[in-house]
C-alpha cells in the first residue's frame, strides 16, 4: 500500500494564514507591525532567489520587510556595523543574514552578532544552548517545520523511536534536540554510523537530513513509518536537471506510512516557520502573549 503524502506547500500556506492573522491582531490591537530584516552579501544566485522569497512572503503576511543587499566587498567590520544597527532598531524583530557569506566574513562571528532575541534562524549560541536545556529559545527554521509536521501527522511523539540521518548545526542536531524535547527515542545517525540501514530500519519516525541524493532506499524504512525528507539535491535529468531529496521516494513510498515528497514537502515550511518565528521575537519583545 502506498504511503499517505505530506503535502508541504498545504501545510505551509496554513502556518502562514495562521501568522497572518497574528499580525492582523497585532496591528489592529497593539499598533505593532512586526519586522523582519534580511540581510545578504554578495551575489549568490540561489541566495538572492531564497532572499526574494523570505521578502515577497514577509510582506504577504502583512510585516514589514527590510532588505539590506550589499556588496561581496563589504568588510566584515561593515556587516558587524548593520547587525549593531538593526539589533537596536526597535522596527526590526528578527534579523537573519543569509549564508553563505563571501570567504573574508567570519560567518561564526556574524551569526553570534545578532541579538539572541532577534535571531529568527535560530543559529546563535545563546539560542542552541537554550534549546539544548528545554529553555525557550527560538528555533531553527527547518527543523521547527519538520517537528510542526510531525506532531500534525502523530499527535503525541512520546516513546516513537526516531531516527535523524544527519548531524549539522542548522538541520540534523536541532531536529534531534526538538524530538528529544518531544519524548520520542532519538538515535542520530551520521557518516560514521555502524550498519546504518538496519538504525534506520527500528525508525517510527526517520528524519533524513544528509545531502546526498536518494540514498535511503525503501528497504531502509520501517513499514508504516513516518518518513521526513529534508534533503534538496539538483541531479541530472536528461538534458535538464531535476530536484530530489535524500529519500528514494519511489521505493520509500511503498513501505512508509506517510512520507514527505521534493519538491513540495519540507523545503515550503522552512519560510513560514520563518515568519512564525518573527511573530513570536516580535511577542517576546513587547511582552505580548505568543502564538503556539
Ligand atoms: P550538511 O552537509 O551540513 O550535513 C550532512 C550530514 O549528513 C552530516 O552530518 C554528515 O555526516 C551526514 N552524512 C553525509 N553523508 C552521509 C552518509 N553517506 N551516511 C550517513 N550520513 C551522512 O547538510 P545540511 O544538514 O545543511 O543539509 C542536509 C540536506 O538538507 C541537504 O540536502 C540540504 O540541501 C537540505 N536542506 C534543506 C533545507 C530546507 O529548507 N528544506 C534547509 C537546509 C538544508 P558527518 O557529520 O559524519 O559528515
Not at 535571531?119 to 527547518?142: E, R, W, Y
Request: net charge negative.
Amino acid at each position: 500500500m502506498s504511503a499517505k503524502i505530506i503535502d508541504g506547500k498545504a501545510f505551509a500556506a496554513n502556518v502562514r494564514g495562521k501568522v497572518a492573522d497574528h499580525v492582523a491582531h497585532l496591528k489592529e490591537v497593539n499598533g505593532i507591525t512586526p519586522g523582519l530584516a534580511v540581510v545578504l552579501v554578495g551575489e549568490d544566485p540561489a541566495s538572492q532567489v531564497y532572499v526574494r522569497n523570505k521578502g515577497k512572503q514577509t510582506v504577504e503576511v502583512g510585516m514589514n520587510s527590510i532588505e539590506h543587499k550589499l556588496d561581496a566587498s563589504t568588510s566584515e567590520a561593515d556587516l558587524l556595523a548593520l547587525i549593531d544597527q538593526l539589533n537596536n532598531d526597535p522596527e526590526v524583530h528578527g534579523i537573519l543574514c543569509q549564508l553563505p557569506v563571501p570567504d573574508h566574513i567570519d560567518a561564526d562571528k556574524v551569526l553570534a552578532a545578532i541579538s539572541p532575541a532577534k535571531d529568527v534562524d535560530g543559529f546563535h549560541i545563546s539560542n542552541v544552548g537554550l534549546l539544548g536545556t528545554g529553555q525557550k529559545a527560538m528555533v531553527p527554521c527547518t527543523p521547527l517545520g519538520c517537528l510542526m509536521m510531525l506532531r500534525e501527522e502523530h499527535g503525541s511523539l512520546s516513546g516513537l523511536n526516531a531516527v535523524v540521518v544527519g548531524r549539522s548545526n542548522i538541520v540534523g542536531k536541532p531536529m534531534a534536540q526538538l524530538l528529544l524535547r518531544d519524548s520520542a527515542t532519538v538515535t542520530i545517525a551520521h557518516s560514521r554510523t555502524k550498519d546504518i540501514e538496519e538504525v534506520c530500519r527500528r525508525a517510527d519516525i526517520l528524519v533524513a537530513a544528509v545531502g546526498r541524493p536518494e540514498m535511503i532506499t525503501g528497504d531502509w524504512v520501517k513499514p508504516g513509518a513516518t518518513v521526513i525528507d529534508v534533503g534538496i539535491n539538483r541531479i541530472p535529468n536528461g538534458e535538464k536537471t531535476k530536484l530530489v531529496g535524500d529519500v528514494h521516494f519511489d521505493s520509500a513510498v511503498e513501505v512508509a506510512g506517510a512520507i514527505t515528497p521534493v519538491p513540495g514537502g519540507v523545503g515550503p515550511m522552512t519560510i513560514a516557520c520563518l515568519l512564525a518565528n518573527t511573530v513570536t521575537a516580535c511577542c517576546r519583545a513587547h511582552g505580548l502573549e505568543e502564538p503556539e
